[in-house]
C-alpha cells in the first residue's frame, strides 16, 4: 500500500516557540489513522499545516505524490482532503442541508452566470448536489433534520453535520478534529461506526481524539505527539505499552497528584 | 386619499431605488464586514453611463423605443458591475490582509476618485436626460393617475430584489455567497472559492446600483456627479436599518425609508424630508440595534 498521505519534519514555529518540531509520519490509503497527545503537544497544529491554513515553516507535506507547499486552502479541499474542526465551525444560520451543500460547492462547475439564467446543465447540477446533500445527511443519520438550522441541533448532530458536510467534498482523505468531543458514550459508540463506514467508502481518515477507548477501537495506526516531537508510531497494542507514551500521559498525573 | 396614493407610490420608487443600492452596500459588508463607501459613486456611474449610451448610441432610433431601453439597461448593469469589478481589484484585494481600517481609508480615496473622476469627464454642473425616453403617460392605480415611468422604476426594483433573493436563498453559488459571510475560513475549509465569492458580490451589487443609478435618470432627468453621496448615505441608512449584511433586510430597509420620507415630505415637512429618514434610522437603533431583521451577532473573542 502506498502512502496517501506524507508528512516529512514538518515544523511550525509560532514567536519563539514551535509548536511542531520535524514530524513526519505517513497515512497509507484506506486507514484509520489516530493522532494522540496531551493538550498542548501540536495536533490541530498539524492539521492547519495539512489543510493550508498555517505555511509550515520547514518540511514537507504531499498529498498523493503531490506537494501541499503554498496551495491555497480551497484548492487543497479540490485535491481530496476534507476536515472537520475541534470547535465545531459551521454555517450555524444555515440549514443543515444548506451546510452540505456549501461542501459540495467545489465539485460543481456551474458559475454564477448559469444560475442566474438557471440554465439546463446548472439546473441538473442544482439537482444532482442536493441529491447528494440529502444522501450524505441519511449516510450520518441526519435526514430528519435536514431543515432544521444547524444551531438548533444538538452538539452530537453538529458534530455529524460537520462530518456530512465534509464528505460532500468528495474527499479521498478526511481530517476529523475530535469527533468524540462533548459526545456521550453511546454517541462516541455509534460514531465508531460512522467513522468505519466512511473507510468502507474507501475515504482514508486521520483523527485527532482525546477519547482513547475510540482511538484504541477505531485506529489502525496511531501517531503520538508530545511537546511538538513525534514519540511513538504503531499499531495500538504497540503504542500503548511504549514506555515514553505512558510516562507523557501517566507522568502528567503524578504531577497534579 | 388622492395625495396619500400620490405620495406612497413616489415612497415606493425612491425606496425601491433605495434598495437597491442598499443591497450592493449589504452584500459586501457581509462577506467582507466592509463599507464600501465607492458604492454610491458607482451608482452615480450608472446614471452618467446611462445618459451617455442613450445620447450616443441613439439606441431607441434604432431598435425601437422598448427595446432600446432594454439593451441600454443591459449595457449599463454589465458596465457598472466590471467597474465594481475593478475597484474590487484595485482598491480592495491588494489590502486583504491588511488592518480593517486600510480598506475602509481606500473605499473613501475610490469615491473621491470616482466622484472627480465624472466630474472631470462630465463637468460639474448638472447634465439633463433627453425626454420622450418613455411615452409621458399617467396610469391610473385605484383610481388615482400615477405617471408610468414611477410604476416602471418599482417594478424593475422590485423584479431586480425578487431575482436576487432566489439567486442567493436557491443556487448553489448562493449558498457559498451565505456560506462565506458566516465564516470565510471555514468556507475556504470546504472548497469555496472566497475571492470568487467576494468578486461575485463586487459584480451584483454594482450591477444593481448601476441600474439604479439609470433608472434615477430617467425618474427625475437630472443627475449630478455628487448626485451619489446623498442616495448613497440615505442607501446606508436603509441597510442599516434592515439590518447591515442581511439581504432581505436591505430590501424592507429601502421600501420602508422611501416611503416615510415621501409621506413626511407631503404631511411633515418639504424641508426636513432628509433629516426625518434620519430621525427613523436613529430610533429604530434605539429600540433594535441590530436593524429590522438583523440578528444579534455574538463578539467574536
Known amino acids: 500500500m502506498s502512502a496517501l498521505l506524507e508528512i516529512r519534519e514538518a515544523t511550525k514555529v509560532f514567536g519563539g516557540l514551535t509548536a511542531v518540531n520535524k514530524v513526519s509520519f505517513d497515512v497509507k490509503q484506506g486507514q484509520i489513522v489516530g493522532l494522540i497527545?496531551?493538550?498542548?503537544?501540536?495536533?490541530?497544529?498539524?492539521?492547519?499545516?495539512?489543510?493550508?491554513?498555517?505555511?509550515?515553516?520547514?518540511?514537507?507535506?504531499?498529498?498523493?505524490?503531490?506537494?501541499?507547499?503554498?496551495?491555497?486552502?480551497?484548492?487543497?479541499?479540490?485535491?481530496?482532503?476534507?476536515?472537520?474542526?475541534?470547535?465545531?465551525?459551521?454555517?450555524?444560520?444555515?440549514?443543515?442541508?444548506?451546510?452540505?451543500?456549501?461542501?459540495?460547492?467545489?465539485?460543481?462547475?456551474?458559475?454564477?452566470?448559469?444560475?442566474?439564467?438557471?440554465?439546463?446543465?446548472?439546473?441538473?447540477?442544482?439537482?444532482?448536489?442536493?441529491?447528494?446533500?440529502?444522501?450524505?445527511?441519511?449516510?450520518?443519520?441526519?435526514?430528519?433534520?435536514?431543515?432544521?438550522?444547524?444551531?438548533?441541533?444538538?452538539?452530537?448532530?453538529?458534530?455529524?453535520?460537520?462530518?456530512?458536510?465534509?464528505?460532500?467534498?468528495?474527499?479521498?482523505?478526511?481530517?476529523l478534529d475530535e469527533p468524540a468531543g462533548g459526545m456521550n458514550e453511546n454517541e462516541t459508540e455509534e460514531l465508531i461506526g460512522l467513522i468505519r463506514r466512511i473507510q468502507a467508502r474507501g475515504i482514508t481518515v486521520l483523527l485527532i481524539e482525546h477519547d482513547m477507548s475510540l482511538v484504541m477501537k477505531a485506529c489502525e495506526n496511531i501517531v503520538v505527539l508530545e511537546y511538538g516531537a513525534r514519540i511513538a508510531m504503531g499499531p495500538p497494542e504497540a503504542v500503548k505499552q511504549d514506555r515514553r507514551v505512558i510516562e507523557a500521559y501517566l507522568g502528567t498525573d503524578e504531577e497534579l497528584a | 386619499m388622492e395625495q396619500f396614493l400620490q405620495q406612497l407610490t413616489n415612497g415606493l420608487a425612491v425606496g425601491g431605488i433605495y434598495a437597491l443600492i442598499a443591497l450592493g452596500y449589504t452584500m459586501v459588508y457581509g462577506v467582507m464586514k466592509l463599507i464600501n463607501f465607492a458604492h454610491g459613486d458607482l451608482f452615480s456611474c450608472g446614471a452618467y453611463l446611462g445618459l451617455t449610451l442613450l445620447t450616443g448610441l441613439a439606441l431607441q432610433d434604432r431598435v425601437g423605443p422598448v427595446a432600446g431601453l432594454l439593451v441600454l439597461a443591459v449595457l449599463v448593469v454589465v458596465l457598472v458591475a466590471l467597474l465594481g469589478a475593478i475597484l474590487e481589484r484595485a482598491a480592495y484585494r491588494p489590502l486583504r490582509e491588511s488592518p480593517r481600517l486600510s480598506a475602509v481609508v481606500s473605499a473613501l480615496g475610490a469615491s473621491i476618485f470616482l466622484q472627480n473622476a465624472l466630474m472631470l469627464v462630465y463637468g460639474a454642473r448638472f447634465q439633463v436626460y433627453p425626454s420622450g425616453v418613455l411615452p409621458e403617460i399617467a396610469v391610473s392605480v385605484l383610481g388615482v393617475q400615477v405617471p408610468l415611468m414611477r410604476i416602471l422604476v418599482v417594478l424593475v426594483s422590485l423584479v431586480m430584489m425578487g431575482a436576487l433573493y432566489l439567486f442567493v436563498q436557491r443556487t448553489k453559488v448562493g449558498t457559498a455567497i451565505r456560506a462565506a459571510a458566516i465564516d470565510q475560513g471555514a468556507a475556504r475549509l470546504m472548497g469555496i472559492d472566497v475571492n470568487r465569492v467576494i468578486l461575485l458580490v463586487f459584480l451584483i451589487g454594482p450591477a444593481l446600483g448601476g441600474a439604479a443609478g439609470l433608472m434615477v435618470g430617467l425618474y427625475y432627468g437630472q443627475i449630478g456627479y455628487q448626485m451619489g453621496l446623498l442616495y448613497g448615505m440615505k442607501a446606508f441608512t436603509a441597510a442599516i436599518l434592515g439590518g447591515i449584511g442581511n439581504i432581505p433586510g436591505a430590501m424592507v430597509g429601502g421600501l420602508l425609508l422611501g416611503v416615510v420620507e415621501s409621506l413626511g415630505a407631503a404631511y411633515v415637512s418639504l424641508a426636513w424630508k432628509d433629516a426625518i429618514a434620519f430621525l427613523v434610522l436613529i430610533l429604530i437603533l434605539i429600540v433594535r440595534p441590530t436593524g429590522l431583521l438583523g440578528e444579534r451577532v455574538a463578539e467574536k473573542v
Not at chain 1, 454564477?112 to 446548472?122: D, E, K, N, S, V
Not at chain 1, 441519511?138 to 444551531?151: D, H, I, K, T
Open chain 1, 37 to 175: 497527545g496531551p493538550n498542548g503537544a501540536g495536533k490541530t497544529t498539524v492539521f492547519n499545516l495539512i489543510t493550508g491554513n498555517y505555511r509550515a515553516d520547514g518540511g514537507t507535506i504531499t498529498f498523493d505524490g503531490r506537494s501541499l507547499a503554498g496551495l491555497r486552502t480551497h484548492r487543497i479541499v479540490q485535491l481530496g482532503i476534507a476536515r472537520t474542526f475541534q470547535n465545531i465551525r459551521l454555517f450555524q444560520q444555515l440549514s443543515a442541508v444548506e451546510n452540505v451543500l456549501a461542501g459540495r460547492h467545489c465539485r460543481t462547475g456551474a458559475g454564477a452566470l448559469a444560475a442566474m439564467l438557471r440554465l439546463p446543465g446548472q439546473r441538473r447540477e442544482e439537482r444532482e448536489a442536493a441529491e447528494r446533500a440529502a444522501a450524505e445527511l441519511s449516510f450520518v443519520g441526519l435526514r430528519g433534520q435536514a431543515m432544521e438550522l444547524a444551531r438548533n441541533l444538538s452538539y452530537g448532530n453538529q458534530r455529524k453535520l460537520e462530518i456530512a458536510r465534509a464528505l460532500a467534498t468528495d474527499p479521498r482523505l478526511v481530517i
